[in-house]
């Protein structure tokens, strides 16, 4: 008996549209098909060594808390952590388009890590692998280097698809 890795992750919204636009235009995930669950929501799946992992995305019904709305924040879950390449070409995105976001070198290794949230509060973590990314490492000054636990989400910084 083995666990092979990760299926998926549900994130619940309270904007849909935002929300497939960050994982599809901002991160490059791809739209897949997603069954008729009788609720809005999406499938995005994003491309793995091994196949496809899939972020399943919804909103309305189940996705709403007892206010009738969303929560927002990862919760008890601190990330979710994506591995990536173009750690200078995510960061310039994230910058152009006035998004907040932290670096990190990982102590002794060569991993190069990106951390951003979505429009919903969950905090993402890209990981990248030093040894093949070009120019220089991470900025790990004060105020741009990732400090485990302390937020830096602002939900007004999102580019809105709706426009």
Not at 2 to 12: E, P, Q, S
Not at 54 to 67: F, S, T, V
Not at 85 to 104: A, I, N, P, T
Request: with cysteine; proline share 8%.
């Amino acid at each position: 008996m083995v666990v092979t890795g990760l299926f998926h992750v549900a994130i619940k919204t309270n904007d849909l549209e935002a929300t497939v636009y960050f994982y599809t235009q901002i991160l490059g995930l791809r739209q897949v098909q997603r069954p008729n669950f009788g609720y809005p929501g999406a499938w995005l799946a994003c491309p793995t060594p091994n196949g496809e992992a899939i972020m399943h995305i919804y909103a309305g019904g189940p996705a709403l808390g007892d206010d009738g709305h969303t929560p927002i924040g990862t919760a008890a879950i601190d990330h979710i952590s994506l591995t990536a390449v173009g750690f200078h070409q995510f960061r310039e995105r994230f910058q152009r388009l006035g998004l907040e976001w932290r670096e990190f070198l990982v102590p002794n290794t060569t991993l190069w890590q990106l951390f951003v949230y979505d429009p919903s509060g969950v905090q993402l973590e890209l990981t990248f692998d030093g040894t093949v990314e070009p120019g220089v490492p991470p900025d790990m000054s004060v105020g741009r280097r990732y400090v485990a636990g302390r937020s830096f989400f602002r939900a007004e910084s999102y580019p809105d698809p709706h426009v």
